[in-house]
């Protein structure tokens, strides 16, 4: 069975551009979360997709924006990007959320210059 | 405010030892604590998870104990590798949606 996969690895941008990262979740999960991954504040919650529905949504600014498609597909998308953006960023699939096992994406990193 | 509290921030163990890793959280509404390994340039990887109606749980050389009335839950690694060698973040998420609190994390050493 695949795992979770993130596209790409890794990016370099500059700031003030945009970027857009792809999760594919493992088969017949239908949660997708992301996650901010950096030294200084560990890993924080973005958002997550349910069904195509964001479902929750943590405190980041909304430049910070995600969506799901039908085949439980993610991307997230980051406009107007600042140099604190660089991080590693995670996705996580689950099959129904609510508190159960979530398996996690190599990550794509993120470096903004 | 960090929701999951977690200690140590590093911690070094013999081969063969016992490694321990603490973690507290606040809200009593969390019902499901994962812990995840992370190796350098992975993602991290689910070792093994707890519900609070449970007082431990163990699979393989890991061990979850919970302590509910204390909103305290560690890991235990019995017989520590090098292999063991990782970062360890405990986590806490509420029965519906799939949002995990994270704690800060520990980096474990296992010499040989």
């Known amino acids: 069975k695949a795992g979770v996969t993130q596209t790409p690895r890794y990016l370099i941008k500059t700031r003030g551009q945009q970027v857009t990262l792809s999760c594919s979740p493992i088969s017949g999960h239908r949660s997708v979360s992301w996650y901010q991954q950096t030294p200084g504040q560990g890993l924080q919650f973005l958002f997550e997709y349910f069904s195509e529905t964001q479902r929750n949504k943590g405190n980041f600014p909304g430049r910070f924006s995600g969506r799901q498609f039908s085949n439980s597909r993610s991307e997230m998308n980051v406009s107007t990007l600042e140099l604190g953006d660089s991080a590693l960023y995670l996705c996580?699939?689950?099959?129904?959320?609510?508190?159960?096992?979530?398996?996690f994406g190599q990550g794509t990193r993120l470096t903004v210059v | 405010q960090q929701q999951v509290k977690q200690s140590p921030q590093s911690l070094i163990v013999q081969k063969g030892g016992i490694s321990i890793i603490n973690c507290a959280y606040e809200?009593?509404?969390?019902?499901?604590f994962p812990w995840y390994q992370q190796f350098p340039g992975k993602g991290p990887a689910l070792l093994i998870a707890?519900?609070?109606?449970?007082s431990e749980k163990k699979e393989g050389r890991f061990t979850i104990s919970f302590n509910k009335s204390a909103k305290q839950f560690s890991l235990h690694i019995m017989d520590s590798q090098p292999g063991d060698s990782a970062t360890y973040f405990c986590a806490a998420s509420y029965h519906t949606g799939n949002q995990f609190y994270f704690g800060t994390g520990t980096s474990l050493t296992v010499i040989p």
């Open positions: 996580a699939s689950s099959m129904e959320g609510g508190g159960t096992e979530a398996f």
């Open positions: 809200n009593t509404a969390f019902d499901y």
């Open positions: 707890i519900r609070p109606d449970v």
